[in-house]
C-alpha cells in the first residue's frame, strides 16, 4: 500500500483540528476574509466630508423622517404577566395534543388500509 503523505492544513485552525477543509469550509472562510476586508477598507462616516454652505446642508423634510420612523422595525422589550404565559403554553400544548392525535389516527387508518391492501 502506497503512504499518504501527510497535507498541510491552509490555516490554524484546520491545524489543530487536524484535517483539510473541504471546499465549503473553504468557500466560508474566503467569503469571511473579503467581508472583513471589506468592512477594513470601506469609508466610515467619520471619513465624509463636511458641507460648510448652509444652502448645501439643508435639513430633511419632517414627512422624510416620518416615513423612516413609521418603516423602521422597532425593537421593544415586551413583558407578559404570569397568565398570558400561561395561556400561551395552554394553547401550545393543545395544538401539540391536537396534532399528535390527528397523527395517530392517520397512522392507525394507513396500518388498517395496508393490511387489507396485503
Keep these: 500500500m502506497a503512504q499518504r503523505t501527510p497535507t498541510r492544513p491552509t ?4 491545524a489543530r483540528q487536524g484535517r ?3 471546499r465549503a469550509e473553504q468557500q466560508a472562510m474566503e467569503i469571511r476574509r473579503a467581508s472583513t476586508e471589506r468592512a477594513l477598507t470601506a469609508p466610515r ?3 465624509q466630508p463636511v458641507v460648510t454652505n ?3 446642508a439643508g435639513t430633511v423634510s419632517p414627512s422624510r423622517t416620518r416615513r423612516r ?3 423602521g422595525p422597532t425593537a421593544r ?3 407578559l404577566t404570569r397568565e398570558q404565559e400561561y395561556g400561551f403554553i395552554r394553547t401550545d400544548l393543545r395544538r401539540l395534543l391536537l396534532l399528535s392525535g390527528a397523527l395517530v389516527v392517520a397512522m392507525v387508518a394507513a396500518l388498517l388500509l ?3 391492501l396485503v
Excluded: G, K, W, Y
Design 11 to 14: 490555516n490554524a485552525r484546520s
Design 20 to 22: 483539510r477543509l473541504n
Design 45 to 47: 462616516q467619520d471619513d
Design 54 to 56: 448652509p444652502r448645501m
Design 69 to 71: 420612523r413609521e418603516s
Design 77 to 79: 422589550a415586551v413583558t
Design 114 to 116: 395496508i393490511e387489507t
